[in-house]
């Protein structure tokens, strides 16, 4: 069975850093893809990262709203991804998302079948 937890969310201060994880179970990295998402109030889920960490394929992508400010990286011994946010502002808060999917590509964010529960970061102005 897939399942998939994020965690790590929490409440921040406008500016700060906060590292999200998601851990991944009953998949291989050398097939599957991470994709980080995120919900905010009243809008649609939206692609903000990916991870494409197999032999041969490794690559990642970023939203145009977070490059530059977000980091994605995956241990694929412990089935490990990382969103690593940075200088956060209040518009980044949302339900942050991990999802998985066949690989080798990671960018097609509507092609994610298996999702984890969601945690929420909120940043404060």
């Known amino acids: 069975e897939v399942q998939l937890q994020a965690s790590g969310g929490g409440l921040v201060p406008a500016g700060g850093s906060m590292r999200l994880s998601c851990e991944a179970f009953?998949?291989?990295?050398?097939?599957?893809?991470i994709g980080w998402f995120r919900q905010a109030p009243g809008k649609e889920r939206e692609g903000v990262s990916c991870?494409?960490?197999?032999?041969?394929?490794?690559?990642?992508a970023f939203a145009d709203s977070v490059k530059g400010r977000f980091a994605v990286s995956s241990d694929a011994a412990k089935k490990m991804s990382y969103l690593q946010m940075n200088s956060l502002k209040p518009e980044d808060t949302a339900i942050y998302y991990c999802?998985?999917?066949?690989?080798?590509?990671?960018?097609?964010?509507?092609?994610?079948?298996?999702w984890g529960q969601g945690t929420l970061v909120t940043v404060s102005s």
């Open positions: 009953g998949i291989s990295f050398d097939e599957y893809v």
């Open positions: 999802a998985a999917a066949k690989g080798p590509a990671c960018n097609d964010y509507k092609g994610y079948d298996y």
């Open positions: 991870i494409s960490s197999g032999v041969g394929f490794g690559s990642t």
